[in-house]
């Protein structure tokens, strides 16, 4: 049974726990209850900090949960677990009927109870350190094992590729290698180096691009990867092989006679060759460690919240602060949250039953940065204000722009960052995705259906960033350097197809070009030339250093049954995919929309466009919910939001299955979370504010949200009389 726990009983549970105390005013989000046993770990419930991912659960009496530390990129670019953790008592305490299982949100750990039996499990925010806390009312014989799937060597299959960079051009012996792993009295260590030759090898020759290759980031060489674990009064009895959901393990066996209290600490880092070392020593005691954590997460809710008594709406709402609380666990993260499951993910037979495979295992790669993906991860932080978290992502950007540009110039001979979609967290195209290359053909482009010529998703971490007052700068390293490369490459181009770079206004022309992955081989895309005109903007004169006269073309237009619509793009040779090209200028690049020129437009655009309205859904990474809210739609909106919001299968509600890409499915939560926040609350063009404007007027609802300016939203509607706190 799952039930969310009041407020009040929410509040005294966590002065209970952490003895924390706090304003009456202070916003305490639900806990979130279990009080029954897990079948499997796709039954877990989430916990984290800092970078590093729990999933937690309580399976026929034991105690389980995996880590996952983001950064933990093997030879080929897998994204690996550290491993499994048991936790199993001889008496069984947690199979009685006062069993309990609860994430409290405002300290950001899960509480396991039964049988005299209390856990407490949290991530230190500040440090890669997991903690563990004991306490029993009798002396209990307890077992804590550490599980490894990785014992030995193994070989990546052709049908469990896609965990990697390679897919499906894995090689003869692509391999997950062994982890080191020792065992001595209450200490445990295990590590995994990475070996010199690893894909990004593979890719750079693959890319033809071994003249440059000296040059060039590879955070994947080398890589250390380990993990300690100290647990006071337990000592290490042996190792035991067992096998669990489809997968053989080795466990490392520590055994505590008489249990009465035990706090186990493990620590995760990742580090190239040449990093500085991470101290293994936490810099203050636990007990400090961890009142700061709690805090850290009582201060995250107070950032922003949305609240309601409406109970069609309850259920958005609380979905929102469950994704958003899966976003602060990698608040502080090297290595962005991924799309395709986060820290999150779980043995994935129990996604689909034909992929039999080890926890390591995801679709679409560990290390490849899907941006069309990764983006709806990132931008709702932007309103809930959580830029200080868009590091992870916006910084991932920086570090791979020399390659960019060094690719650049390397094929073309002129200047820009040409970031690519199903890029490689070196900033080099995924090599399977990079397509064969003829003797005779381009070999900087992608030679593939879908994303061919797609160069332009780069500038919405670029224009995300140079919103935010604390990415500001990094945002205009970015945005420069992605404007000068379609200045430069398409005149660059149009001289090499014909005697003029620009067309006869004096206009930049984009050509060929791809309106997302959808409209290929395209003449001036609306998504292409909406990204410019919006980055460009948000540069402010900056921009004129990058594209001095050069102007760039207008929306593209078209009309379809005598109403006027924004076009996909002037011209294109084939439709690939079911990304709604034409309505990018609405949002992202927010060109069209309440408040701003050509709202008509955009309605037809939506709402009378066949392509348009055949491409409406709320699955995975769509987006129509977005500009829904974004055109006022009211109804729309909401119907789709709360498609998006409904509640996972795998028990905890955030956990949404794979959609177009993997289960948890992040880009699923993170549109979510923008349609949401766009139903409470939009700007003009001049910074005006538009409260509730898609938001239906009966249901009574505050929220406090932060808008352009680093200015701080509160507002509230009541029986359809909406009131706004002064400005913070």
């Known amino acids: 049974m799952n039930k969310t726990i009041p407020f009040t009983c929410s509040l005294l549970l966590a002065l209970m726990f952490c003895g924390s ?14 009080t029954t046993q897990s079948h499997n770990s796709s039954e877990s419930m989430p916990c984290g900090g800092h970078d590093i991912g729990l999933n937690v659960w309580v399976e026929q009496g034991d105690l389980l949960f995996y880590a996952c530390q983001s950064g933990w990129f093997d030879e080929n670019n897998t994204l690996l677990k550290a491993g499994r953790w048991r936790l199993h008592f001889d008496d069984a305490p947690f199979d009685g009927s006062d069993f309990c299982q609860r994430l409290c949100l405002d300290d950001g750990a899960v509480y396991v109870s039964g049988g005299g039996v209390k856990v407490r499990l949290w ?13 029993t009312q009798h002396t209990e014989r307890a077992t804590l094992s550490y599980e490894s799937w990785r014992y030995r060597d193994r070989q990546v299959t052709k049908a469990e590729c896609q965990q990697c960079s390679y897919k499906w051009i894995i090689t003869n012996d692509c391999t ?18 990475n070996r010199p030759q690893t894909v990004f090898d593979f890719t750079v020759s693959y890319e033809q691009l071994d003249a440059i290759k000296d040059s060039l980031y590879n955070p994947i060489g080398g890589l250390l990867m380990e993990g300690t674990m100290e647990a006071p009064g337990f000592r290490f009895t042996g190792t035991t092989d067992g096998t669990y959901a489809s997968t053989d393990y080795r466990a490392w066996n520590f055994h505590n006679e008489r249990l009465r209290r035990s706090t186990i600490s493990i620590r995760l880092t990742n580090n190239r060759p040449g990093d500085k070392a991470i101290d293994a020593a936490p810099s203050k005691g636990a007990a400090k460690r961890e009142a700061a954590s709690a805090r850290w997460w009582h201060d995250f809710w107070q950032r922003s919240w949305i609240k309601t008594d409406n109970a069609e709406a309850a259920p958005m709402v609380r979905n929102y602060e469950l994704m958003r609380y899966m976003l602060g666990c990698n608040a502080y993260g090297q290595w962005p949250t991924k799309f395709n499951g986060g820290l999150f993910t779980f043995d994935p037979v129990y996604v689909d039953p034909k992929m039999p495979f080890t926890p390591d295992f995801r679709r679409w790669g560990g290390g490849t940065m899907t941006a069309q993906n990764q983006r709806l991860i990132y931008w709702p932080m932007l309103k809930s204000g959580d830029d200080d978290m868009m590091s992870a992502q916006i910084d991932t950007y920086v570090r791979m722009l020399p390659n960019a540009v060094a690719r650049t110039r390397h094929y073309w001979g002129h200047g820009g960052a040409s970031f690519t979609e199903q890029m490689e967290n070196f900033g080099l195209p995924n090599p399977a995705e990079y397509g064969k290359h003829p003797a005779g053909s381009n070999p900087g482009v992608e030679r593939n259906e879908w994303l061919e010529y797609l160069w332009d998703t780069a500038l919405e971490f670029a224009q995300m960033a140079l919103l935010s007052s604390e990415q500001h700068e990094k945002g205009a390293l970015l945005a420069d350097e992605c404007l000068r490369f379609f200045n430069e490459h398409y005149q660059w181009q149009a001289r090499k197809l014909g005697a003029k770079a620009l067309n006869e206004q004096g206009q930049l022309v984009i050509f060929p070009g791809s309106g997302c992955e959808t409209h290929k081989m395209a003449y001036n895309p609306a998504s292409t030339i909406a990204a410019l005109r919006a980055v460009s903007a948000t540069r402010g004169g900056a921009a004129d250093e990058i594209i001095p006269p050069i102007v760039i073309p207008d929306i593209p237009l078209c009309v379809i049954n005598g109403d006027s619509c924004i076009a996909p793009a002037v011209a294109w040779m084939r439709v690939q995919n079911e990304e709604t090209t034409q309505l990018y200028p609405v949002w992202p690049w927010r060109l069209y929309g309440l408040g ?8 037809n655009t939506y709402l009378k466009d066949p392509h348009a309205i055949k491409m409406h859904r709320s699955k995975g990474w769509k987006q129509d919910n977005i500009w829904a809210a974004c055109l006022g739609l009211t109804d729309e909106a909401l119907r789709l939001t709360r498609e998006k919001f409904e509640d996972g299968p795998y028990r905890f509600p955030a956990f949404w299955p794979s959609g177009y890409d993997w289960a948890p499915d992040h880009n699923r939560g993170g549109s979510a979370m923008i349609g949401l926040q766009e139903m409470l609350l939009q700007e003009t063009p001049d910074g005006e504010l538009l409260l509730f404007p898609a938001w239906p007027r009966e249901w009574d609802a505050s929220f406090r949200l932060h808008a352009s300016g680093d200015r701080i939203v509160e507002a509230s509607i009541k029986n359809g009389v909406v009131s706004q706190k002064p400005l913070q």
């Open 176 to 193: 997950t290698f062994a982890d080191s792993i020792r065992a001595n009295g209450s200490q445990l260590t295990f590590s995994h180096r």
């Open 21 to 34: 105390t706090f304003a009456a005013s202070d916003y305490v989000p639900a806990d979130y209850v279990w």
């Open 596 to 603: 701003r020129p050509g709202l008509q437009v955009a309605l």
């Open 123 to 135: 991530v230190d925010v500040f440090e890669p350190v997991v903690s563990v806390a004991l306490t």
